[in-house]
């Protein structure tokens, strides 16, 4: 048999449920491979030994009716796990044990699935390549010193390396379809309300949603259909009725109408990139979709009213952390001296400069001309899709306006950095489900995403054209473990 | 429009964190940049728009109003950086 760790998802489950491979083998194998992979940087905290002796657990009392049955899972290390400790990349939280569990990865566990990790990402999920976090940077296991994206980047190495066979990340401005798209995999962030909310560290809250990141569609079909679900506990979780996404899966897709907006051809866009995209139009008709020219007028203005909103709510979100009941706590002489200095020295240079911006968009004087504006600005990007809609059942668009970049190349440009939430950004802004699966690779043979974005709530269309495109397109990604000792 | 040092400083105080004389400068320099790429948004006239301030079109639900959990004073206090018995320790705030 192959190797387990390269295994999807769908087969580990197959070969469980056929008892041709126990959990204990799987969990070990992937335990395996991650401590030989130690130089990727993937992980926060490792969860080996209890992963081992829930396996076991799960061996001696098999229930193969459940969804994830016996399957290690490491996660984005921004959801609270009970009782393992839960940092979101942070000094501020580098000691944080929680003692309750995020509703998505309860999910996960109540359909069999088991804690592998927790995986290094971006301070607070402010970032696009992982570089923000205390913890360290992220190799990506595509090449040597290049970043995995972020800033879900722990997730997409570890992905993309075999150290997990699925995970899930978080996504405000494009976290899990970027790094997704850097590292030659498969990422999904579904409607906003789709997934809980409820024990994710926040950061924007008007923006965030969880979403599954694995090795082809079908994984991610099966992944989403486990995490998705009302919650009482998240006030914008939205009650509706959910597809069996991964059974409902079709390659069948002839004559949906799929949107090309002219806006995403971009100043100074390589030409990689845009040949990349035609490619994706023709194999979208090779699957018999329809091909239909739209605009989407605002898109320009997409990120601006992103870098009002996003840092406005964070300001907000992260006003929490101030040292008292529980975090970081820097020696002050007066309460306000500690907050000060806590804060200080608990977040980052990244978290700092967002929670300036926002503490400066919200205050006195300045609210209407800022963050009242880009609210109006994100009203006219969501009529754009509205008014696309109407005409198209998806649209399809480059998932980054480049491939993955060298750790340190754009570290000191916050703009070009947030440059590369150009075409994700707006998916966020509306509220839409959006995927980005590999489609190809630049000169230097590093992966290429293509983003295919849905109506709200239809992830099932969204996930049809991904798979059936999937298949034509027929993409391997040329990981050589040059990281292993 | 330009973010000067003393708007830098007076937002640090605002949002509670302490920044020494060389980070507020290149704060302002960062901030500047960004906003000077914000400012796009100008461009639109946006009069007749309305904000979008939720993008679930949905109500809040009510609930009753009633205590859901156990007694978890322990496990709010586990992680506090100092406490003392039942209540968590601040610097003092009265004189």
Known sequence: MTQITSLSLFELIKNIKEKKISSNEVS??????SEKSKKLNAYVTENFENCLKLSKEFDN???????LPGIPIAVKDLFCTNEVRTTAGSNILNNFVPSYESTVTQNIWNEGGILLGKLNCDEFAMGSSNETSFFGNVQNPIAKDLVPGGSSGGSS????????????GTDTGGSIRQPASFTGTVGLKPTYGSCSRYGIVAFASSLDQAGPMSKDVKDSSILLEVISSFDKKDSTSIDYKRNNYSSDLTRNIKGIKIGIPKEYRVDGMPDEIESLWKKGIEYAKDCGAEIIDISLPHTSYALPTYYIVAPAEASSNLARYDGVKYGLRSYGESLIDMYEKTRSEGFG?????????????????????????????????????DQAYNKVDAILTPSTPSSAFKIGEKSNDPVSMYLNDIFTVPVNLAGLPGISIPAGTDKNNYPLGLQIIGKPFDEQTVLNIAYSMEEKINYKNNITDWWME | MTIDLKTVKHISKLARISLEERKAEKLADDMNSIFEFIEKLNELKTENVEPLTSIAETTLRFREDKITSDNIREKILKNSPEKNDDFFVVPKVVE
């Open chain 1, 61 to 67: 009392k098999p229930n193969f009716d459940l969804k």
């Open chain 1, 28 to 33: 070990k194998s992937f335990i395996d491979r």
């Open chain 1, 349 to 385: 240079e990244e978290v700092k400069r967002r929670i300036m911006i926002g503490t400066y968009v919200l205050s006195s004087g300045y609210y209407d001309a800022y963050y009242l504006k880009a609210q109006k600005v994100r009203q006219l990007i969501k009529q754009d899709f």
């Open chain 1, 157 to 168: 190495s570890a992905l993309a390396a075999n150290l997990t066979p699925v995970t899930i």
